[in-house]
């Protein structure tokens, strides 16, 4: 059984910092894109960071261009998001995802992932 399991969530005041990690098992992770998504209340799951199975390439949506940084390590299965200069704005629950499909290299949309894990908490304070 696949599993995803995210850590590193917390609260932070604006302008701080978090790193996310997300440990997978159960796959062979360098065979996967990996990607990282947030969900505020009342909105829908959002794209956030994507990273090449290789971990050459990486894409961000705009809002966090410049303040995230996507990584992974092969040799640990782990995918990681480095959180900097946080705004309230980035308050979410923040899931990691696997995708499979050898035809893409970047997959930043939420229906084409095979795996999810369960989240974790980012709460940003003014």
């Known amino acids: 059984q696949v599993q995803l399991v995210e850590s590193g969530g917390g609260l932070v005041q604006a302008g701080g910092s978090l790193r996310l990690s997300c440990a997978a098992s159960?796959?062979?992770?360098?065979?996967?894109?990996m990607g990282w998504f947030r969900q505020a209340p009342g909105k829908e799951r959002e794209f956030v960071a994507t990273?090449?199975?290789?971990?050459?390439?990486?894409e961000y949506v705009d809002s966090v261009k410049g303040r995230f940084t996507i990584s992974r390590d092969n040799a640990k299965n782990t995918v990681y998001l480095q959180m900097n200069s946080l705004k309230p704005e980035d308050t979410a629950v923040y899931y990691c995802?696997?995708?499979?499909?050898?035809?893409?290299?970047?997959?930043?949309?939420?229906?084409?992932?095979?795996?999810w894990g369960q989240g974790t908490q980012v709460t940003v304070s003014a």
């Open positions: 159960g796959l062979i992770f360098s065979n996967y894109i």
């Open positions: 995802a696997a995708d499979r499909n050898p035809n893409v290299y970047l997959q930043k949309i939420r229906g084409y992932y095979d795996y």
């Open positions: 990273i090449s199975r290789p971990g050459d390439n990486v």
